[in-house]
């Protein structure tokens, strides 16, 4: 009954390599996101999807990707892997964008990069 | 780009204790919202304040917006070691763009 789910919860990976993490939610949201969580738990905001399309992008290095097949999916591809991307990522949803929605966190991927 | 303070960044408290923690910006925010992360977990929310001035208790968490809407408090009487975690602030600002402060780790101690 998991409403928010990630998958894999730990990835362990040599510098260089490209991943995926993917997200699911169950709760008929329309809007998806995806944060990072650094090492001091400071949590930012990378990505927004509303029913499919790309409405926030922070300034994320062109190597993340996210891709959004159905509004209750976001998956996150990662590039050429580095050091700096060891952190945990986030996958959240609300029912819309609308000011002072509630949003639902998945349990968090945690990327170690060797 | 719109920053939130959080005060204090680490608090280790006894059982019964009671305390406040504090959300601060420059900025005005339409809504602020705090939530609750757990080791291992996402932060889930603990509550919306929308109006400024508004005050939400929730059990023994009484939260507070600012009047200009550019901070907040959260305060938790009688802690109890249940209430351990990561407390954050987060507020909207523009489209539904959630802006987190860097949080605050409380540790009830029995």
């Known amino acids: 009954d998991t409403a928010v789910s990630q998958t894999p919860k730990y990835l362990v990976t040599q510098m260089g390599n490209d991943k995926s993490i993917k997200c699911e939610q169950n709760?008929?949201?329309?809007?998806m996101y995806w944060y990072k969580q650094d090492s001091k738990k400071f949590l930012k905001i990378m990505f927004s999807?509303?029913?499919?399309?790309?409405?926030i992008n922070e300034t994320v290095p062109n190597r993340f990707s996210p891709k959004s097949p159905d509004k209750a999916h976001l998956n996150l591809h990662i590039n050429s892997l580095e050091l700096g991307d060891s952190a945990v990522y986030f996958c959240?949803?609300?029912?819309?964008?609308?000011?002072?929605?509630?949003?639902?966190f998945g349990d968090g991927t945690r990327l170690s990069i060797l | 780009t719109q920053l939130l303070e959080q005060s204090p960044q680490f608090l280790s408290i006894q059982e019964g204790e009671n305390l406040t923690v504090y959300c601060n910006s420059s900025?005005?925010?339409?809504?602020l919202q705090w939530y609750r992360q757990e080791p291992g977990e996402g932060p889930v929310l603990l509550v919306t304040?929308?109006?400024?001035?508004e005050v939400k208790k929730l059990k023994r968490l009484t939260f507070q917006f600012g009047d200009a809407r550019k901070d907040s408090s959260l305060h938790i009487t009688a802690a109890q070691p249940g209430d351990t975690g990561l407390y954050l602030c987060?507020?909207?600002?523009?489209?539904?763009?959630?802006?987190f402060g860097k949080g605050t780790m409380l540790l009830v101690s029995p």
């Open positions: 959240a949803s609300s029912l819309g964008t609308g000011l002072g929605q509630p949003q639902h």
């Open positions: 709760l008929g949201h329309d809007t």
């Open positions: 999807y509303n029913n499919k399309e790309l409405i």
């Open positions: 900025s005005v925010f339409s809504s």
């Open positions: 304040v929308v109006t400024g001035g």
């Open positions: 987060a507020g909207y600002s523009g489209y539904s763009t959630l802006t």
